[in-house]
Antibody
Framework: EGQLLESGGGLVQPGGSLRLSCAASGFTFTSYAMNWVRQAPGKGLEWVALSTGSGDRTILADSVKDRFSVSRDNSKNMVYLQMSNLRADDTAIYYC?????????????WGQGTTVTVSS | EVVMTQSPATLSVSPGERATLSCRASQTISTNLAWYQQKPGQAPRLLLYDASTRTSGFPARFSGTGSGTDFTLTISSLQSEDFAVYYCQQYNYWPRTFGQGTTVEIK
């Protein structure tokens, strides 16, 4: 059974930057695309970003694509979300999530989440 | 983007009763649909994918049907541990999008 563990959340001022990390274990990391999904307080789920297994392709939601980037280090089984020019509406729990199959973007393993609060 | 609309927003059901949750896509998505269960303070858990394939860890009382634009999640006999929020998600188009959720609460 695989496991994901996020870190790097915290309180940041509007316009600031933060890098989230996600450590993966228990599965063949390079075989699966990895995602970031966020959930604003009391709200639903919003997909944010995907990195393919090899890391050669990334896709981001329009709401973040000019400000966030996603990357991975397959030698360390890590995926990252670099966030810049943060806004109040980026405040959320950020989850790292694994795709269940190489060609199926349903998310079968989730981390516990890391909280990002954007506030002055 | 594909808008996923779930109904109802809240479903009040007595233990042992059947619950039927709906999810509608604004464009046809074949069967590229997943359902998740989320309990307070927890991460979501994948319940079904490809519209009807149940994941291990969820019992057979959970089932999913549908293709194209209209999908249904059925819980045949609600147990206490099933009271939660349920989300649908499409993975046919970018960006991947979720419904707004259906809260299944105790009647």
């Amino acid at each position: 059974e695989g496991q994901l563990l996020e870190s790097g959340g915290g309180l940041v001022q509007p316009g600031g930057s933060l890098r989230l990390s996600c450590a993966a274990s228990g599965f063949t990391f390079t075989s699966y695309a990895m995602n970031w999904v966020r959930q604003a307080p009391g709200k639903g789920l919003e997909w944010v970003a995907l990195s393919t297994g090899s890391g050669d392709r990334t896709i981001l939601a329009d709401s973040v694509k000019d400000r966030f980037s996603v990357s991975r280090d397959n030698s360390k089984n890590m995926v990252y979300l670099q966030m810049s020019n943060l806004r109040a509406d980026d405040t959320a729990i950020y989850y790292c999530a694994k795709c269940i199959l190489p060609s199926t973007d349903a998310f079968d393993i989730w981390g516990q989440g890391t909280t990002v609060t954007v506030s002055s | 983007e594909v808008v996923m609309t779930q109904s109802p927003a809240t479903l009040s059901v007595s233990p042992g009763e059947r619950a039927t949750l709906s999810c509608r896509a604004s464009q046809t998505i074949s069967t590229n649909l997943a359902w998740y269960q989320q309990k307070p303070g927890q991460a979501p858990r994948l319940l079904l994918y490809d519209a009807s394939t149940r994941t291990s860890g969820f019992p057979a009382r959970f089932s999913g049907t549908g293709s194209g634009t209209d999908f249904t999640l059925t819980i045949s006999s609600l147990q206490s541990e099933d009271f939660a929020v349920y989300y649908c998600q499409q993975y046919n188009y970018w960006p991947r999008t979720f419904g707004q959720g259906t809260t299944v609460e105790i009647k």
